[in-house]
């Protein structure tokens, strides 16, 4: 996905992605805080911070995080946050989270949380995240991931599409792993979250047009067979919920 397209995007919401409990009360940002394990003299590299939610929460555990995002509005909208909290050890900048501007291990943890899929070359990116780890430093990955069926997760992603222009693609938790693992890491940990999501906060989040909205209504409810399953519809109107999920990835650099 081009660059402009994801600034144009999140420049747009960012002060949604800061206010968006999905993203500031999500349990996958518990779990990464856990797994991560961050120590107090560690320097840490958050990419694609979002609403800052992420990088003020590995910078309460570390020396100093370094925040990174290509969108020079979430970045001042996730600064701004982040110190409204009275936190301070972080330094923001903006650059292309998948050409890192830092030398070769340089970080004791890297992490990014919700984000990878909207990278044109996610396994490139991840190369270069582990290149700037220090040896034996940590990944924490999270990313939202489809089922395992390839025409399911393509539904999927057709229906993440309308919402987004800007999205990418989502892999299943396997092919996150492929990457990972081709990029030199050591997989340590993986899991799975279900993330329960109600339908029209998701679309409003991205200002989604009335007819899309329309769109993506018509899909849900009549997506069928692994994609109804993943999906899960319940309710309606207002009501309407539906579910995601999340993958959970803890790595080592040798």
Not at 25 to 35: D, F, I, N, T
Not at 101 to 121: K, M, N, Q, S, Y
Request: aromatic fraction near 8%; hydrophobic fraction near 45%; include cysteine.
């Amino acid at each position: 996905m081009p660059d402009s397209l994801v600034q144009q995007q999140f420049g747009a919401n960012a002060e949604r992605y800061v206010t968006s409990k999905v993203h500031a009360q999500g349990h996958s940002l518990k779990r990464m805080v856990e797994l991560a394990d961050p120590q107090p003299g560690w320097l840490a590299l958050d990419v694609a911070p979002g609403g800052g939610h992420s990088a003020l929460a590995i910078a309460r555990h570390v020396q100093c995080v370094v925040a990174l995002d290509i969108t020079l509005a979430m970045l001042q909208a996730a600064r701004d946050n982040t110190r409204r909290r009275g936190q301070d050890n972080l330094v923001w900048v903006q650059a292309d989270g998948g050409m890192l501007p830092a030398p070769e291990g340089e970080f004791d943890l890297v992490t990014c949380r919700i984000a990878l899929h909207h990278f044109p070359d996610q396994a490139a990116a991840i190369r270069d995240w582990t290149r700037v780890l220090k040896p034996r430093g940590a990944l924490l990955l999270v990313d939202n991931i489809g089922p395992d069926d390839a025409e399911a997760v393509a539904f999927i992603n057709r229906f993440e599409t309308i919402r987004d222009p800007s999205h990418g693609w989502i892999y299943p938790l396997a092919g996150l792993e492929a990457f990972v693992r081709d990029a030199g890491l050591v997989i340590e940990h993986r899991e799975r979250l279900l993330k329960p999501m109600k339908f029209y906060p998701w679309m409003e989040r991205m200002q989604v047009s009335m007819e899309d909205q329309a769109m993506l209504a018509r899909m849900l409810w009549n997506s069928k067979g692994t994609a109804r399953k993943f999906l899960n519809p319940q309710g309606e109107g207002p009501e309407t919920t539906f579910s995601l999920q999340e993958g959970i990835i803890r790595a080592r650099k040798p």
